[in-house]
């Protein structure tokens, strides 16, 4: 069975200051790899996710993904209070049937 | 943007009692998964559904059943409902083809 594991558990960050999360996985077949916000109270939404080795950015926010060592990094330049949340790591393996989370990243962005 | 609606929000159960959980999605999506959420535990997949009369087990399907009579409805059922099924309980759908999740806004329990 898929192991998902995010660290640190939770992280506290001044405004404007660049966030690192980080996830690692133990199927190396595994195929989708993604980071879902959840705000307290709400569902968990989809943040972004990559398939293949390298980076993806979109905004302030940036995924990065190695296969070979069974990890993925989301990073948030500029971090603001309204990124304040819960941050989970999912990943899935082939045909995107089952997916897996992390237990999350606490994140606190002090203005 | 997708739209996955549960139903009730917020229920209070007996133990021992029988409890359903409703799920809507309007996006005809086939995969659709049942989840609950416990403070350090993160997310734990309790059934999912690959379509209309499909229910598969997920990681922690002891106490649970699961119902999917349509494509739009997917039901989550405790039978005899514990006081360690109090928990958050979300829908999700999506996967398969459509390889990112859409989750419904949650439903909580508790079972006293």
């Known amino acids: 069975q898929q192991k998902v594991q995010q660290s640190p558990e939770s992280l506290i960050v001044p405004e404007g200051a660049m966030t690192s999360l980080n996830c690692t996985f133990s199927?190396?077949?595994?195929?989708?790899f993604a980071w879902y916000r959840q705000h307290s109270g709400k569902a968990p939404k989809a943040l972004m996710s990559?398939?293949?080795?390298g980076e993806k950015e979109e905004g302030r926010f940036t995924i990065h993904l190695n296969k070979a060592s069974l990890h993925f990094s989301l990073h948030i330049r500029d971090s603001q209070p309204s990124d304040s949340a819960l941050y989970l790591c999912?990943?899935?393996?082939?045909?995107?049937?089952?997916?897996?989370f992390g237990k999350g990243t606490s994140l606190t962005v002090i203005p | 943007e997708a739209a996955v609606t549960q139903s009730p929000r917020n229920k209070v159960a007996v133990t021992g009692g029988k409890v359903t959980l409703s799920c809507n999605q309007t996006?005809?999506?086939?995969?659709m998964y049942w989840y609950r959420q416990d403070t350090g535990h993160g997310l734990r997949l309790i059934h999912y559904?690959?379509?209309?009369?499909?229910?598969e087990k997920g990681d922690i399907p002891d106490g649970y059943k699961a119902s999917r009579p349509s494509q739009e409805n997917f039901s989550l059922i405790l039978e005899l409902a514990t006081p360690s099924q109090t928990s958050v309980y979300f829908c999700?759908?999506?996967?398969?083809?459509?390889?990112?999740?859409?989750f419904g806004a949650g439903t909580r329990l508790s079972v006293l």
């Open positions: 999912a990943v899935s393996g082939t045909g995107y049937q089952n997916f897996y």
């Open positions: 990559i398939f293949s080795n």
């Open positions: 996006n005809n999506h086939n995969n």
């Open positions: 999700a759908s999506g996967g398969g083809g459509q390889n990112t999740l859409y």
């Open positions: 559904s690959y379509g209309a009369g499909s229910t």
């Open positions: 199927d190396s077949a595994s195929q989708y």
